[in-house]
């Protein structure tokens, strides 16, 4: 190793760019990296294991009766609410983690390799996913356990689960653009949050929206997390896809148009 | 896309730097560095703290854009070619760049799969480099239970991974007791005994004396001189004068005489009664003890030496380096910085 001699400059290869397979080899490694790292800070996952399991009680009970009648007929309305604000929420954590690693030595050492200079945050994206996917399993079986018994079956479950999942993927992005501009790591949770609270809370997640005022009826029939909702709700309760579906794919996409290119424009002026 | 052999690159200057300029707000970080290093050498870049050190090695590695001038890394340009210069260097910055919640293994074998190694080359690699840098034993511990000198060295052996031909070296041996300094200095050599050239940076005049070929000293983001150590000793006489008062009272009046025979700025040792100067010619001497011997002031020792780099900063840019008192310190208490 040091004692064998070095291979001169002249007779490297050298490649002035990462090619499409280097980016995407990268991005896995640094994929790979954030889940070595969230089984070595297991602490990490407090929200995404607490959240679901104290929410779904927690709403369950509280608006249970008063909203249904009872906390039976209330499981198939509040168990997809819960599961989009759950997993949606924790798609936050993308932006905190990305600036205060961004902000960690080791940022440099990713920066003065001749790697994919994308690597890093499209790494951090993907690993993310094993968060959405853990909040979803849980609010699931806590759902199971208190009584929840779907009527799409386990298949569209499933299927609502990955949407919801692609959804959270897809919101990460605002949350990674404030990660990459934000000073701080509780700056980016501040703006997260401010941003985050009417989009999930001024949704039909917990109550019918015929029971708001017509200025918010309004905001909560046209937000997007309100459509993920009841796009959830119709595949698992009758496994039935519909307009909205259809429209929180096209929201998605919406988001990952924008936010996507700010945050990579930004991450590369950054980094 | 590859780029044909010497289309651009060469192999005449691993590092040639022209101008380089960094602001920061008004600070001007690095107002216009010129560096020029030869394959195969150990390059020092002395200076004081916020000279302008880290900023430059920064510029250098692609981390940091210029906002003036411009440097080619063997012939490849940092800024127009980022992506060739970081295929051809290593860095190991001032503070550790490495991944604090991992173990050391798993740091390694990350950096090597980034590197284009195979899940078993990977892996091979990294015992390698924890064997080389004795760290086998806590190859599976979490870094945050490492002590300084063991993150230095896993920062350094992370650097190594690509066997790139050029290595910065970012204060490598600030914060280390003499032992592991010393290991740290063997390695260096190591390393360019092996063929890589490795430019590093200091305060520690006895660093730079002890391990670079050539040194450039910094101060206030300027190079203030250049050459061998050899060359920069020279630059600053041919001698060093060393006297000790025997009366502490007389030091200023000695002070002065100093100065004025030898017409050179002196340091002083008040605790030790010692003052140091450079000195033009060595003969000087006497007509130093003459005026002394007039002036009524009693020697308890006098010597004629090889000037120190501490003279040679001192003399080049008017002011004491602040570093050279840290530096005694660190040696005789083995004390670290940070
Ligand atoms: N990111 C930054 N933002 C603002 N000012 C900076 C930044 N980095 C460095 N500086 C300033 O630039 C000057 C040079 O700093 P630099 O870190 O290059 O010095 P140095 O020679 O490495 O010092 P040291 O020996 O303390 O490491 C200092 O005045 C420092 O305050
Ligand atoms: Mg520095």
Redesign the interface.
């Known amino acids: 190793?040091?004692?064998?001699?070095?291979?001169?400059?002249?007779?490297?290869?050298?490649?002035?760019?990462?090619g499409l397979g280097?980016t995407v080899?990268?991005s896995l490694?640094?994929a790979?990296?954030g889940l070595?790292?969230i089984r070595?800070?297991p602490e990490q996952l407090f929200d995404v294991t607490l959240q679901p399991i104290i929410f779904t009680l927690m709403f369950t009970y509280i608006f249970g009766g008063a909203i249904s009648g009872n906390v039976q007929s209330y499981l198939p309305v509040i168990i997809p609410g819960i599961l989009v604000q759950t997993v949606i929420t924790t798609s936050i954590v993308t932006g905190v983690q990305l600036r205060e690693d961004m902000d960690?030595?080791?940022?440099?050492?990713?920066?003065?390799?001749?790697?994919a200079r994308i690597?890093p945050l499209a790494g951090a994206l993907l690993a993310d996913t094993i968060r959405y996917t853990i909040a979803t399993v849980l609010t699931f079986a806590m759902g199971y356990i208190m009584g929840y018994r779907p009527d799409g079956g386990l298949g569209n479950v499933i299927f609502a689960g990955v949407l919801v999942i692609v959804c959270s993927w897809a919101m990460s992005w605002i949350f990674a653009f404030f990660g990459v501009i934000a000073r701080t790591a509780s700056s980016v949770q501040g703006i997260s949050m401010l941003v985050l609270f009417p989009l999930t809370f001024l949704s039909n997640a917990f109550v019918p929206v015929k029971t708001m005022p017509g200025w918010l009826r309004w905001f909560a029939n046209v937000n997007p997390v309100s459509h993920l909702i009841t796009a959830v709700r119709h595949l698992t309760n009758s496994g039935s896809v519909g307009w909205d579906f259809a429209a929180t794919l096209i929201g998605a996409a919406v988001v990952v148009i924008i936010f996507a290119p700010l945050t990579v424009r930004a991450y590369m002026r950054r980094t | 896309?590859?780029?044909k052999?010497?289309m651009s690159?060469?192999?005449e200057w691993a590092v040639e730097a022209q101008g380089l300029v960094k602001k920061f707000g008004n600070n001007h970080a690095v107002d216009g560095v010129d560096l020029h290093v030869r394959?195969g050498v150990i390059y020092g870049v002395l200076g004081p703290n916020g000279a302008g050190k880290t900023t430059t090695i920064r510029m250098l590695?692609?981390?940091l854009r210029p906002d003036a001038g411009s440097a080619k890394i063997?012939g490849?340009d940092v800024v127009k070619?980022p992506?060739?210069v970081?295929?051809?260097?290593g860095?190991t910055?001032q503070?550790?760049?490495?991944?604090?919640?991992?173990t050391a293994t798993?740091n390694l074998v990350?950096?090597s799969?980034?590197?284009?190694l195979g899940r078993a080359e990977a892996k091979k690699k990294s015992s390698?480099?924890l064997e080389?840098f004795s760290l086998t034993e806590a190859a599976k511990r979490?870094l945050k239970n490492f002590s300084g000198g063991m993150r230095r060295r896993l920062d350094l052996a992370?650097s190594?991974i690509a066997?790139p031909?050029l290595i910065f070296l970012d204060e490598p041996t600030t914060g280390l007791d003499p032992r592991t300094r010393n290991q740290m200095w063997e390695?260096i050599r190591?390393?360019v005994k092996?063929?890589?050239t490795v430019l590093l940076t200091t305060q520690y005049l006895q660093e730079a004396d002890e391990l670079a070929d050539r040194v450039a000293v910094i101060d206030r983001g300027r190079v203030v001189a250049e050459g061998t150590v050899d060359e920069l000793k020279m630059s600053v006489g041919n001698a060093s004068l060393q006297i000790r008062i025997k009366d502490r009272q007389a030091l200023n009046s000695a002070r002065q005489i100093v100065e004025k025979v030898l017409q050179a700025p002196s340091v002083i040792l008040p605790e030790a009664g010692r003052i140091t100067a450079p000195m033009a010619e060595a003969d000087r001497v006497t007509d130093l003890l003459i005026a002394m011997r007039e002036a009524e002031i009693k020697l308890a020792e006098v010597s004629v030496q090889k000037p120190s780099l501490d003279e040679v900063f001192l003399t080049i840019t008017g002011h004491k380096a602040e570093a050279s008192q840290k530096t005694e310190s660190l040696e005789k208490s083995g004390e670290m910085k940070q």
């Open positions: 190793m040091i004692n064998n001699s070095m291979v001169p400059v002249s007779k490297r290869q050298l490649k002035k760019n990462s280097q080899r990268n490694t640094m790979y990296r070595l790292k070595r800070t960690k030595g080791v940022f440099d050492r990713f920066k003065s390799l001749p790697i690597a | 896309m590859n780029v052999k010497n690159g060469n192999d394959p590695a692609t981390l063997f490849y070619d992506q060739i970081r295929q051809l260097i860095v910055g503070y550790a760049s490495v991944d604090e919640s991992l798993e990350i950096f799969r980034l590197l284009g390698e480099l080389e979490p992370a190594l066997q031909p390695t190591r390393l092996s063929g890589s």
